[in-house]
């Protein structure tokens, strides 16, 4: 049995081309409670709404609802899979019907070990052009981890409660994704994977207390509710990591502060005071 190199991977590009969908950007202004206009630019996290890692025919994806790994991604001997972070530079709006092209390096594999056993870092660069010009670079972090062993029967907790929100921030704003809004989420950007929607699968196979809302649906909460309270600058960059998981129906605060000009320290805070999302804002006016 010939033993796979997981760095023959590093290095490795694939390029995609769509058409920048603006009613498909409008749905997700009226998922953030916008009205939403199709011919506006999209938000800057847009193209997550394009490209889906899970756009393959279904004999393609593995049991958790992901594309299955061993193509373009590395064949990681590690079934979960969790959206670490991101660190994206905005150069340039994108308007609908232009023509996106996005290549994909991968540009490390890292291997560690964790409190929970081995975990394998994958980081990717998107190069997003618009019309021929680069609008954005998304440097996109999956971690891979061991499966938990869950206990028998049901994972299933109720939410955790509510928690007063945390003091010393210069605005703040709450929110409670419930199944409706992930379900949404799930569709507006194709996303199969099944702890965002298939409650016996989350609780029973992966062990987690209830459906796991999804990362980037939490980063784009935040950053609207920045865009929201600061629309007269333009966001030139967004770098979150991802701290801890939060779940359907669990009310999330969004908070923030300038830390120096142009630059903001955001947060996405879990029930108990607890940091979801840690993120940096870059803006000019």
Same mark, same amino acid.
């Given at each position: 049995?010939?033993?796979?190199?997981?760095? /023959?991977?590093? %290095?490795?590009?694939?390029?995609?081309?769509?058409?920048?969908?603006?009613?498909?950007?409008?749905?997700?202004?009226?998922?953030?409670?916008?009205?939403?206009? =199709?011919?506006? =630019?999209?938000?800057?996290?847009?193209?997550?709404?394009?490209?889906?890692?899970?756009?393959?025919?279904?004999?393609?994806?593995?049991?958790?609802?992901?594309?299955?790994? %061993?193509?373009?991604?590395? =064949?990681?001997?590690?079934?979960?899979?969790?959206?670490?972070?991101?660190?994206?530079?905005?150069?340039?709006?994108?308007?609908?019907?232009?023509?996106?092209?996005?290549?994909?390096?991968?540009?490390?594999?890292?291997?560690?070990?964790?409190?929970?056993?081995?975990?394998?870092?994958?980081?990717?660069?998107?190069?997003?052009?618009?019309?021929?010009?680069?609008?954005?670079?998304?440097?996109?972090?999956?971690?891979?981890?061991?499966?938990?062993?869950?206990?028998?029967?049901?994972?299933?907790?109720?939410?955790?409660?509510?928690?007063?929100?945390?003091?010393?921030? /210069?605005?703040?704003?709450?929110?409670? =994704?419930?199944?409706?809004?992930?379900?949404?989420?799930?569709?507006?950007?194709?996303?199969?994977?099944?702890?965002?929607?298939?409650?016996?699968?989350?609780?029973?196979?992966?062990?987690?207390?209830?459906?796991?809302?999804?990362?980037?649906?939490?980063?784009?909460?935040?950053?609207?509710?920045?865009?929201?309270?600061?629309?007269?600058?333009?966001?030139?960059?967004?770098?979150?990591?991802?701290?801890?998981?939060?779940?359907?129906?669990?009310?999330?605060?969004?908070?923030?502060?300038?830390?120096?000009?142009?630059?903001?320290?955001?947060?996405?805070?879990?029930?108990?005071?607890?940091?979801?999302?840690?993120?940096?804002?870059?803006?000019?006016?």
């Amino acid at each position: 049995m010939i033993e796979t190199n997981l760095q /023959d991977w590093v %290095g490795r590009t694939a390029t995609a081309t769509e058409v920048a969908d603006g009613q498909r950007a409008a749905r997700l202004a009226t998922l953030l409670g916008h009205d939403g206009d =199709p011919a506006a =630019p999209l938000f800057p996290l847009g193209h997550w709404l394009h490209f889906s890692e899970d756009d393959v025919p279904m004999s393609e994806l593995g049991a958790d609802g992901h594309a299955a790994l %061993g193509g373009f991604m590395p =064949p990681v001997p590690l079934p979960r899979r969790m959206w670490a972070g991101s660190d994206l530079a905005f150069h340039a709006p994108i308007l609908p019907g232009q023509t996106f092209e996005r290549t994909t390096t991968i540009e490390s594999i890292t291997e560690k070990t964790g409190s929970t056993g081995p975990l394998c870092f994958v980081k990717l660069r998107h190069e997003v052009s618009a019309d021929g010009v680069l609008a954005t670079t998304d440097r996109h972090t999956i971690v891979y981890r061991e499966a938990t062993s869950a206990p028998e029967g049901s994972a299933a907790k109720p939410p955790r409660e509510d928690s007063a929100v945390p003091e010393g921030w /210069d605005w703040s704003r709450s929110v409670r =994704p419930n199944e409706v809004l992930l379900f949404r989420y799930s569709a507006l950007t194709f996303n199969s994977h099944r702890i965002h929607y298939d409650h016996p699968y989350v609780t029973e196979v992966e062990g987690y207390p209830g459906l796991v809302t999804h990362g980037p649906l939490t980063a784009t909460l935040l950053l609207d509710a920045f865009m929201s309270t600061h629309a007269e600058v333009v966001v030139t960059g967004y770098r979150f990591t991802a701290k801890s998981p939060l779940f359907a129906n669990e009310q999330i605060h969004l908070v923030g502060r300038e830390t120096e000009p142009g630059v903001h320290e955001l947060q996405a805070v879990a029930p108990g005071g607890k940091t979801a999302i840690a993120a940096t804002v870059t803006t000019r006016n």
